[in-house]
């Protein structure tokens, strides 16, 4: 050997930090099942909100998994793994973001009690995929048929997604917008969860909410002598500015003859004129521009008694569109009568804060509808927003195939039974990641009992049970701390809610424990590969 001796090599920057093997696997475990304890008490309709205050002070109150974690800016690598999964979860199907995260956390912990017992990583992943495969075929067995006809089922769903949340004061009521707002929309049995729109007017309580067939628009009418209210409404969609080109104003015009300068002005007047004209030329009696409306045309558009809104978004102007059947037309020279659209009522509203709203109403072919939520402050207008928009998704996603299941913790509780007696017929270690996966299904009801108050032993032990005599639909009361039957109380959710839930904290649970090795690049290393 002699001066053959072996230098360390250094493959990696000096900055970057390393944690390899048990290490690796531990923090990110621990990092995983953190994330799930801190949404866990919010879980269910007893569950806690949180209240959140971001880095300028503006503060959330919610009870929304998603919610909360996105606005808690987790940093750690592995805990923003699980964060993305509630962020699926939410984009598939809006609601369920909590369980699918208290999931994810229950089978890491669970993971981790087998590999102190020497049991391989792989050998877990293999049981967990095993048993989820089956998980989703259980799930499959209990599910139950339901079609737009069942009303009844569809006030149930978005009810069970509303209760205990902001909206549950005037849930009824707000189901009830919720299931009209969906037949409004459905097309040929296709909904698209976002045509319908929530929007919020601070002022008045829950009770006043309502549906709109239509739109709801954040803008006033641009001038004060232009009528607030227009029956019949002709509606034009115009994608250009309603003004003398800006470059022919910019140009610098040196007119030293009074005369001449009153001539320019009359021909700007004269343009202005023309544009007006040609708009109400076509029969149009409300305007909706994208881009400005300057003082002249304004002065112009009132004065032929059309009601006009500038400076409308791009996607207001489209929905505007799918809502009144009118097309957007780039150039006035080109607005035709065709090109109109159609609504019953446009009218401007006061809002509370001394601001107006633009609303458009009794659109009879709108395939774009909007629930105006009010309540006494943006808090809570905010959380009921999100309860809304969870009942929605629900209700999409159990029309989309088809299916619902009752909630309440009953099938994670039948899942669990059945997946036990299904691992019998495993052998060895597999046995036990499906034994371990069948018990972490169980902290759904138990996290519902907890939450509620109630000793979870003996809920978890009645309710176990009641399914083992085959009462599939059994779950916990959290109000009476009783067993009930869940689809009876109207305790119902959409199958794919359950489904995308399972899967997704599955593959995360794998994934994060797959890992043996975390290498954080040094800062400068990180900034480089951001600007690549
Ligand atoms: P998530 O973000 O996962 O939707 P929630 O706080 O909405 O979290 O809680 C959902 C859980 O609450 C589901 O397991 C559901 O079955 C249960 N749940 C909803 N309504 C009731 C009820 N009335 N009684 C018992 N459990 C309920
Ligand atoms: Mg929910």
């Known amino acids: 050997m002699g001066d053959k001796s072996i230098q360390p090599v250094f493959i ?38 949180k ?28 805990a923003k793994m699980i964060v993305e999964i509630a962020k699926t979860q939410e984009s598939e199907i809006g609601d369920g973001t909590t369980t699918a ?77 919720t299931v009209k ?4 929309v459905k097309n040929a049995n296709k909904i698209d ?3 319908i729109r929530i929007e919020k007017q601070v002022g008045g309580s829950v009770e006043d909410s309502e549906l709109i067939e239509g739109l709801v628009i954040d803008k006033e009418k641009v001038h004060s002598q232009m009528p607030d209210r227009i029956e019949n409404a002709r509606i034009a969609l115009i994608n250009a500015p309603l003004e003398v080109k800006s470059t022919e104003m910019d140009a610098k015009i040196q007119i030293s003859d009074p005369e001449r300068l009153q001539s320019f002005l009359d021909m700007e007047e004269a343009m202005i004129k023309k544009i007006v004209t040609k708009i109400s030329g076509t029969g149009a009696n409300v305007v909706f521009c994208q881009k400005g409306i300057d003082d002249m045309a304004q002065h112009f558009l009132a004065k032929k008694g059309i009601y006009a809104c500038r400076r409308v978004s791009k996607s207001n102007l489209e929905d505007l569109s799918k809502a009144t059947g009118a097309k957007i037309v780039m150039n006035v020279d080109d607005l035709s009568e065709n090109d109109l659209g159609t609504a019953g009522i446009v009218e401007q509203v006061k809002t509370a804060e001394d601001e ?32 809304l928009e969870d009942a929605v998704g629900d209700i999409v996603a159990a029309l989309k195939n088809n299916k619902v299941v009752a909630g309440a913790g009953g099938p994670e509780m039948d899942i669990a039974q059945k997946l036990l007696v299904y691992a019998d017929s495993l052998s060895g270690r597999e046995q036990l990641a499906v034994r371990a996966f069948a018990q972490s299904m169980e902290v759904i009801p138990r996290t519902l009992a907890e939450n509620a108050g109630l000793d979870p032993i003996d809920m978890l032990a009645e309710l176990r049970n009641a399914h083992s005599k085959k009462e599939v639909n059994a779950g916990i009361n959290v109000f009476s701390g009783k067993i009930m039957d869940a689809w009876k109380e109207g305790v119902i959710e959409p199958l794919s809610i359950k489904t995308q839930a399972i899967s997704s904290a599955t593959e995360v649970a794998i994934m994060i424990l797959r890992i043996d090795d975390v290498i954080l690049a040094g800062p400068e290393i990180q900034s480089q590969s951001k600007t690549i």
């Open 101 to 177: 995260v208290v999931l994810a956390g229950e089978l890491l912990k669970r993971a981790e009690e087998l590999l102190d017992q020497e049991i391989h990583p792989t050998v877990i992943a293999r049981g967990y995929r095993l048993a989820a495969e089956k998980a989703l075929e259980f799930l499959e067995q209990i599910a139950v048929k339901v079609t737009v006809e069942n009303k009844d089922i569809l006030h149930s769903i978005a009810e069970t997604a509303m209760t205990g949340k902001g909206a549950e004061s005037a849930k009824k009521l707000l189901s009830e917008l």
């Open 181 to 184: 707002a969906i037949l409004k």
């Open 12 to 49: 990696l920057p000096e900055n970057t930090r390393r944690e390899s093997g048990k290490s690796a696997q531990r923090l990110n475990i621990a990092a995983g099942k953190l994330v799930g304890e801190t949404v866990r008490t919010t879980l269910g309709p007893k569950g806690m909100d």
């Open 193 to 195: 969860r976002y045509s």
């Open 51 to 78: 209240m959140i205050v971001d880095a300028s002070g503006d503060v959330i109150v919610t009870n929304d998994g998603v919610t909360i974690l996105k606005e808690m800016g987790i940093e750690h690598p592995a």
């Open 356 to 387: 107006a709203m633009t609303f458009v109403r009794e659109c009879n072919k709108a395939k774009t509808v909007t629930i105006l939520v009010r309540g006494g402050s943006d808090h809570v207008i905010d959380e009921i927003k999100r309860a």
